[in-house]
């Protein structure tokens, strides 16, 4: 049964007196009773012995146009950061320190509220992963001054063992920074944080990307088969870099395995085995053996796919491996309704822009780490 979270945003079809309506919105609080969200007319609490369905839907957009196209970017960003839920996770917001100075100085009146979900969003993976599981994300007004509020990040990681950095992103379509990283980013020299180089967020709606196929397998090369997985095995984990027994396989597999819903899709030789049997085999392979020649993870949130750690074996390059695997993406996304897909990419990966913009991706926005060395 669909479970909402402060955060998403939903649709809830509720009884109201003799009929029943609507509430659509962002789900602000939660609790055992009811469940608030936040609306064009205000805030709405449904008793949940009144809801008749409930089910989350993508970011509102902006503009007309194709649904990817027209998001914003820090509705954009929401989206990728479900797709990487680290175990330290806090919100960066006026109303959570209010309440935490209350809690510390003992007044039982503060009591053990959820946090509020607005503000900087700021994670800890242990630095294992990527940078998106390891920064400060601003996405709204955090109810303190920007510079009070960077030096709370800094501190926060500091507790946290890490370097501080931040994530920045520009407007949609745009070379401007987006509104809720423009003052922090004017403070990054003095502090002492140097942005990365850039990044791009590219965005396709999933039929496009599909090309008409209905079916993953389908999207398979010759002499290869794509099987799903509902979680990485070991030897993906091999092919990732962080294969079981090594002292960074624990974090990453937890980041890995962190959003709510996600599979692995695998491009393997040999003949076509169960699931289970693929995840045990690696390359190379005695020949009648399945090999793992590519794999993808896909992480489906606000009804949008999220596709990362596509990684192809260097003897089967340049073979259709990968666009297979994004088109198997696309399709397997499809087939579960979503109609949108994000893939972060380096702005120098020049083969792995030209890939996704062979599958109908474009550019969205541009992103940035901006890191302060210690």
Known sequence: MFEPRPGMRVVLRFREGSGATDALGQVTAVDEASVTVETKRGPVRVERNDIILAHEVPPAPQRAGKLHEVVSAADVRRVAAHAWLPPEVTWLNRDNLH??????????????????????????????????????????PPGVETAEALEMVSQWYGRHGLEPMVQI???????????????????????????????????????????????????????????????????????????????????????????EQLFVLSAITGPLPGQADAAEQSAPQPAGRPTLIGTIRVALTHRWAVLSHLIVHPSARRRGVG??????????????????LLADVPASNEAAVALMRAHGAREHHRHWFALKAE
């Open 99 to 140: 309440r935490d100075a209350a809690q510390v100085a003992g007044d039982e009146a503060a009591g053990p509220e959820a946090l509020v979900q607005s503000g900087w969003l700021l994670r800890a993976a242990g630095g294992v992963g990527k940078e998106a599981a390891n920064s400060a994300l601003p996405l709204d």
């Open 169 to 259: 992103y520009s407007d949609a379509d745009s070379a401007e920074l987006a509104e809720p990283c423009r003052e922090v980013a004017g403070l990054f020299r003095d502090a002492g944080f140097t942005p990365s180089e850039p990044q791009l967020a590219l965005t396709a709606a999933t039929a496009e990307a599909a090309a008409g196929l209905s079916d993953p397998a389908a999207a398979a090369p010759a002499g290869l088969s794509i099987v799903r997985s509902d979680a990485p095995h070991g030897l993906h984990y091999d092919a990732w870099g962080h294969p079981e027994g090594s002292e960074s396989h624990d974090a990453f597999a937890a980041l890995m395995t962190s959003a």
């Open 323 to 340: 666009a297979a695997l994004v088109q198997a993406a696309a399709a397997a996304a499809s087939q579960q309704g979503i109609r949108s």
